[in-house]
């Protein structure tokens, strides 16, 4: 079993920035940053590979960037010009096969931390 912890969370204004970084118990191919605000699916957002290919949802490519330490078996979420739209509850995931920003196929979840921006 995959422990994964999520940090860096918090409350900012428009256009301020946050970065969100998640450790796995062990190094994993495959680590995505997903979220999910009140009354809407889970979407993904950012995810990277071992080998540092990223992969990116339309709705910030631009504004995120998604970095992997193998060597601490971390991931980061950099944060830039944050919209209100952008305010959710953001889970770390992991999969040992493949990459993308799909939800499918990703085995272990953190449990999340709140990011809220205000207008």
């Known amino acids: 079993q995959v422990q994964l912890v999520e940090s860096g969370g918090g409350s900012v204004q428009a256009g301020g920035s946050l970065r969100l970084s998640c450790q796995a118990s062990?190094?994993?191919?495959?680590m995505g940053w997903f979220r999910q605000a009140p009354g809407k699916e889970r979407e993904g957002v950012a995810a990277?590979?071992?080998?540092?290919?990223?992969h990116y949802a339309d709705s910030v490519k631009g504004r995120f960037t998604i970095s992997k330490d193998n060597a601490k078996s971390t991931v980061y979420l950099q944060m830039n010009m944050l919209k209100p739209e952008d305010t959710a509850m953001y889970f770390c995931?992991?999969?040992?096969?493949?990459?993308?920003?799909?939800?499918?196929?990703?085995?272990?979840w953190g449990q999340g931390t709140q990011v809220t921006v205000s207008s």
């Open positions: 062990i190094n994993i191919y495959c």
């Open positions: 995931a992991a999969r040992p096969l493949s990459c993308s920003v799909g939800k499918e196929g990703y085995q272990y």
């Open positions: 990277v590979t071992t080998y540092e290919t990223m």
